[in-house]
């Protein structure tokens, strides 16, 4: 480790995931497999990053023919900030119709199993070196459970030469689990549907392979790595999670704060900085307003909403809170996807109150961007949430985030109680409980800050915009963990 620290020889990490911003985006697990490789540059890491090749990623380089083969160049590694993008070739796995996962009528592709086995076996090949002009990676990073099965192939093509692993939870939620005799769609031999590697009461579990096996797990936030131990949030893996002791590690997310910065972001009418951010913000809500025949108003407090469309998010809870809101004198402008129930219920909320709710069902970078820098507050009452982006991001637009007292919401907002008022560092308003009771008296306690507190407003939406949201501090902890592992 000292010889390559004093040698300035780049440590040469593979990234495994299936989601990559800019490339193929669902939620925050592509703005963090995004953001790494350029901020982990400044440590002296060299990530290449290996995705699949959907159909999406494909067409923008399928006409030259060197790029077909078995791995697909989508950026060279001097290429701007995102290192050697990679794309695994397997055209009956992911040249098709639909999303990542889903297909065109919104259900899981009967395949997933085997399409992200041989994904995960592929970047196992180039990470041993056995693609192309690559030689063998120092360290594989995997993220969640599409890239898991990287542990087991590693293990088997290297047998005995270990190459070390780091798998990043960012959604215990979804583990890759599938039916026992599914197993031989994961392509490796028989013997590893066992307990000490796939074999998860009967069933395959891709996460659960790579949560004992990986040399190093972590999580996605020091909160959600504690409560991933314990029952209520460890969806059955829990004793597995605290029995990896110490090789559990938690490390926050931080934000792209090139992609996110409204000192220069094209799709805000007026950009701005702290000190312009009245004046950039007031132009935002303006445009926003008329974009959505929203009443024209600078004074009516704004909510906004970015987010997937689930049960984890507390839509229904937000659904919720809508008439109160309207009725005290709030907007409320949302964008989302996902599920269709919670869909309709906050289409329904827009149908009854035309003037002042706005939902746009889908998804949208630059309507997202707009939104950030619209609204007064940014809402997140999620059930849980292993880190959680968009409260990041609002904070440097100043849009004050209302968050869960959980998962990583926590340890990247500051409640602005009396206590932290007055030392002037609250950053956002945490709810009590995750509860109508909770949000509601969260959105009580925004309305009062709002409408009768200007100077603690203001300064709350200072201290967010100037808090350090950025991947400063996280990069140099996966640094010194690939490091350590040397
Ligand atoms: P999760 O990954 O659980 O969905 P995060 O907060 O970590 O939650 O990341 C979500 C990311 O996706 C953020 O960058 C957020 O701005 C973005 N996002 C979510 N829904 C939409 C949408 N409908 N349109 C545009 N961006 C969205
Ligand atoms: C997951 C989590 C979210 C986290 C993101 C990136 O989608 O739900 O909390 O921020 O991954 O790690």
Same mark, same amino acid.
């Not at 005799?181 to 996460?207: H, I, K, M, N, T």
């Given at each position: ?15 495994? %995931? ?7 985006? #669902? ?71 639909? !999303? ?7 259900? &899981? ?11 995960? +076996?592929?970047?196992? =090949? ?48 979804? +583990? ?17 549907? &066992? ?13 659960? $392979? ?15 790595? %504690? ?26 997310? !931080? ?30 809500? %303006? ?5 959505? @025949?929203?009443?024209?108003?600078? =004074? ?51 149908? +009854? ?28 009452? $999620? ?20 968050? @869960? ?6 340890? #990247? ?9 007055? %030392? =002037? ?7 009590? @409980? ?20 200007? =100077? ?9 915009? $100037? ?20």
């Amino acid at each position: 480790m000292a010889k390559r620290e004093t040698s300035k020889t780049p440590l040469r990490v593979l990234s495994v %995931a299936s989601e990559m911003y800019p490339f193929v985006k #669902t939620g925050g697990l592509a703005d963090v497999v995004g953001a790494l490789p350029a901020a982990l540059r400044q440590h002296g890491v060299e990530v290449t990053t290996i995705i699949p090749g959907y159909r999406a990623v494909l067409p923008k380089t399928k006409a030259a023919s060197k790029h077909q083969g078995d791995l697909i160049t989508l950026a060279q590694g001097d290429a701007g900030g995102s290192g050697l993008v990679l794309a695994a070739n397997v055209p009956a796995a992911f040249d098709r119709a639909g !999303g990542p996962y889903i297909d065109e009528n919104g259900f &899981d592709h009967p395949d997933n199993l085997s399409r992200f086995s041989t994904f995960a +076996q592929r970047a196992a =090949e180039v990470a041993a070196g056995l693609y192309r002009d690559l030689s063998a990676f120092d360290i594989v990073h995997a993220h969640d459970w599409q890239a898991a099965a990287v542990v087991g192939h590693l293990h088997h093509i290297l047998k005995g030469r270990p190459l070390p692993t780091v798998f990043t939870i960012h959604n215990l939620a979804f +583990q890759g689990r599938f039916g026992g005799e599914c197993f031989q769609d994961v392509g490796l031999p028989a013997s590893y549907f &066992d307990r000490d590697w796939f074999e998860f009461y009967g069933d395959v579990s891709l996460l659960k $392979s790579a949560v004992l096996r990986a040399t190093k797990v972590t999580a996605v936030s020091e909160t959600y790595a %504690a409560e991933i131990c314990g029952p209520a949030q460890g969806f059955g893996l829990n004793e597995l999670l605290a029995g990896r002791g110490a090789d559990l590690v938690g490390l926050v997310n !931080g934000l792209d704060t090139a992609v996110w910065d409204p000192e220069t972001d094209p799709a805000l009418p007026l950009t701005y900085t702290s000190r312009t951010a009245a004046k950039g913000k007031a132009a935002a809500k %303006a445009a926003l307003q008329s974009q959505f @025949s929203l009443e024209t108003s600078a =004074e009516k407090p704004l909510f906004g909403l970015v987010s997937r469309l689930s049960d984890q998010k507390g839509i229904d809870l937000i659904a919720a809170q809508i008439d109160g809101l309207v009725f005290r004198g709030a907007q409320v402008v949302i964008l989302g996807s996902g599920d269709p129930g919670l869909a309709a219920s906050l289409a329904a909320k827009a149908r +009854q109150h035309p003037t002042q709710v706005a939902f746009t069902e889908g998804y949208s970078e630059a309507l997202s961007h707009l939104i950030h820098a619209a609204a007064d507050f940014l809402l997140v009452p $999620s059930r849980f949430e292993p880190c959680g982006l968009t409260q990041l991001s609002a904070q440097r637009y100043g849009a004050v985030p209302i968050v @869960s007292p959980l998962g990583g919401l926590v340890d #990247t907002v500051i409640d602005a109680n009396p206590a932290a008022l007055r %030392a =002037e560092v609250g950053t956002g308003i945490i709810l009590r @409980s995750v509860d109508p009771e909770g949000l509601g008296t969260a959105l009580n306690r925004a309305l009062a800050l709002y409408n009768h507190d200007p =100077e603690a407003i203001a300064q709350v939406i200072e201290n967010g915009m $100037s808090a350090d949201v950025g991947w400063h501090a996280s990069a140099a902890g996966y640094a010194a963990l690939y490091r350590s592992l040397l």
